[in-house]
């Protein structure tokens, strides 16, 4: 792991340095994560550090190199398949931990829209459930259909969600607004469970009976 010794900016001449502090690159990201990876900026990240902001440029030329190694640090923890029984056990273990992560990584959702090549960060990820689906026949079409299917209804699903919980200046949260721009007599209930899982778990499942009848390839 690099380590970087943030030098002051300026010495007078003749000034005894003091004791240089130091930080890693698993430093940074833990300050990213902290300030949320939608969100963080390169300023905040050497607020938490203590340090001025170009000695973060030391590790990463740019935010872009940070969000990539923050993507590539979650998708290093991503649970692989391992003999599970059949395709729909894979592809709920697939729908569990695109949930997990979105869960731990607050911000994960959004970045995954906003930045382009996101994806290409869990190629090797993808290629194992790809692999696992193979052993159930399915064609690596097949299996990057759903894997991309599914993938996006829960980090979609989980951007509402985080909306839903995200709670504004007056304390009032996205979910109480909702509650509050219904009409009484609306066909749409907020309910609680808007929040959490439960409606993503019925979604993944209407997609599994779906692709019992049909799988397409892309």
């Known amino acids: 792991m690099s380590q970087v010794n943030v030098d002051a900016a300026a010495r007078a001449p003749g000034k005894k340095a ?8 698993d430093d940074v990201l833990a300050a ?41 640090r979650i998708a290093g923890g ?3 398949p391992e003999n599970e029984t059949d395709w729909g056990a894979v592809l709920r273990l697939w729908a569990d ?12 959702s959004r970045v995954v829209y906003d930045y382009a090549p996101a ?15 193979a052993v159930h026949g399915k064609t690596a079409g097949q299996a990057m259909f759903a894997l991309d299917f599914i ?10 969600v985080e909306s839903l919980r995200e709670v504004d200046g007056r304390g009032v949260s996205g979910f109480d607004r909702v509650k509050d721009a219904v009409a009484s007599s609306s ?19 209407f997609i599994l009976v779906g692709l019992e009848h049909h799988w397409p390839e892309i």
């Open 97 to 108: 931990e695109c949930w997990r992560v979105c869960e731990d990584f607050p911000g994960l």
């Open 78 to 80: 991503i649970r692989l």
């Open 32 to 72: 990213v994560f902290d300030e949320r990876l939608d969100r963080f900026t390169m300023a905040a990240i050497a607020r938490r550090l203590g340090v001025v902001t170009p000695a973060i440029y030391r590790l990463f030329p740019s935010r872009e190199e940070i969000v990539v190694a923050c993507l590539d």
């Open 151 to 160: 993938g996006d209804t829960v980090f979609a699903c989980h951007l509402g």
């Open 119 to 133: 994806f290409t960060r869990i190629e090797g990820i993808i290629a194992e459930y790809a692999r696992a689906l």
């Open 187 to 205: 066909i749409i209930e907020p309910r609680e469970s808007w929040r959490e899982r439960g409606v993503v778990d019925a979604k993944i499942e």
């Open 18 to 25: 003091g004791r240089k502090p130091a930080f890693t690159e």
